[in-house]
């Protein structure tokens, strides 16, 4: 079975442009989530990662590879467990397939190794302008933060970020454990500081 595999940030955008080429393919699954939650977390993503497992599904096509994941780690992973269980990847924006002839393509690895690492600095960077608009926004007085009261205690952000706490209680670096469990870096520091306010 060929698929097609299309993520939208919000509920409000529109994917027609992932889905101009629908007819093409058996199937297209469309999550409509933060490109920081890990594929293997999304509705649609472990429905592919489900067939895949089945034997179901041949061949994967993305528009583009920042579709799978904003984390590089996150990209890599994905890509490596299709390649693993023989699924070919198309990534359309690039015009590349992950195997040729059953084998990897190195090219393809190397490409979207690039790829990823540059959504990966985009997110960063977009964060990073985030904090700083906040910063500016309490300098002049007009930053409210969190509802009063809306404040988690540490056992609910625990349970809340439950993947990310496993991942480190297993030994995982903070990199791979937010990439594990679809979030920011900073917020899988949060979870080990929590976890250590806790002990």
Not at 15 to 41: C, L, M, P, Y
Not at 82 to 104: A, W
Request: positive net charge.
């Amino acid at each position: 079975m060929k698929v097609k595999y299309v993520r939208v940030s919000s509920l409000e955008q529109n994917t027609a442009r992932q889905e101009k080429n629908e007819s093409e393919f058996d199937r297209v699954f469309v999550d409509k989530i933060s490109g920081a939650i890990s594929f293997f977390e999304r509705p649609q993503g472990k429905k592919i990662v489900e067939s895949v497992k089945q034997g179901k599904i041949t061949e994967v096509h993305v528009s583009s590879i920042d579709r799978l994941g904003r984390d590089i780690i996150d990209v890599l992973t994905v890509c490596d467990f299709l390649t693993t269980n023989q699924i070919n990847l198309f990534v359309e924006n690039i015009g590349m397939y992950s195997l040729i002839d059953n084998k990897k393509n190195s090219a393809f690895t190397m490409v979207t190794s690039v790829l990823a690492n540059v959504s990966s600095m985009e997110r960063e960077n977009m964060l990073e302008r985030q904090r700083q608009g906040i910063e500016a926004a309490k300098l002049r007085g007009v930053y409210r933060g969190r509802l009063y009261g809306s404040r988690m205690t540490t056992e609910e952000f625990l349970n809340k970020y439950k993947k990310v706490a496993t991942e480190l209680k297993n030994g995982e670096s903070l990199r791979r454990a937010a990439a594990l469990g679809g979030v920011s870096l900073g917020v899988a520091q949060r979870v080990k500081q929590a976890m250590l306010e806790q002990n």
